[in-house]
């Protein structure tokens, strides 16, 4: 079965360092999320991706965080200057149809910032 | 403001029927969904559900009443297996999914 999958599975980082983070999503799908959940709280949104384009972004997505498709087949999460607060699970998504579709999510990158 | 009510932890026994509710208020409505998470895991895709009614997939099943705002799901002949964390989930007018903090829901022998 096609599945979603990250890397790297963990990364600790320096605060101030800038980390990225890789996702192949489902071949076959065209949108494509990245969402956060610190630990112990709620999954939140952070932005979606389709036709290679932010189709939305929540207000957690400022500058210090952008993404790129830079082939056919990876989806990746930048973030700048990372802070003590990014320190979070980080899961990628991917659906075929953003009307009727799930969303189908991958492993987590679990980003630790010291 | 949006928000997505659910219980944090319910108990129940192995072998029994549970239910757990989800409320929901967010601007617009595209389908709701229930997605399971064992600590330290991904959400998994359990149900979705865009027009009243109950949908039923197995031992799980998933109610939604669009005019009140309210969601449940319903897990049947609980395993061991089933003591995860269970997310109510709202795509809003924007497509976007506004998630709910989820319910704990610790199985007992």
């Known amino acids: 079965e096609p599945e979603v999958t990250q890397t790297p599975s963990h990364q600790v980082t320096q605060m101030g360092q800038e980390v990225i983070l890789r996702c192949v999503p489902i071949?076959?799908?065209?949108?494509f999320y990245w969402y956060r959940q610190i630990l112990g709280q709620k999954v939140e949104f952070l932005v979606s991706f389709y036709n290679n384009e932010i189709s939305e972004k929540s207000e957690i997505f400022d500058d210090q965080f952008s993404v790129e498709r830079p082939d056919g087949s990876n989806f990746t999460l930048k973030i700048r200057s990372t802070k003590l607060e990014d320190s979070a699970m980080y899961f990628c998504a991917s659906s075929d149809l953003a009307g009727q579709e799930t969303q189908y999510f991958g492993p987590g990158t679990r980003l630790l910032v010291l | 403001g949006q928000n997505i009510d659910q219980p944090t932890e319910m108990t129940a026994t192995e072998g029994a029927i549970v239910q757990i509710n989800c409320t929901y208020q967010t601007s617009g409505f595209n389908g709701l969904f229930w997605y399971q998470q064992h600590a330290g895991e991904a959400p998994t895709f359990l149900s979705y559900n865009v027009l009243d009614g109950l949908e039923e997939k197995g031992r799980f099943s998933s109610f939604l009443s669009r005019s009140k705002g309210y969601s449940y799901l319903l897990l049947k002949e609980l395993q061991m297996k089933d003591s995860a964390s269970y997310l109510c989930a709202v795509r809003d007018s924007n497509y976007q999914l506004i998630w709910g903090a989820g319910t704990k829901l610790i199985i007992k022998p």
């Open positions: 071949s076959n799908h065209l949108y």
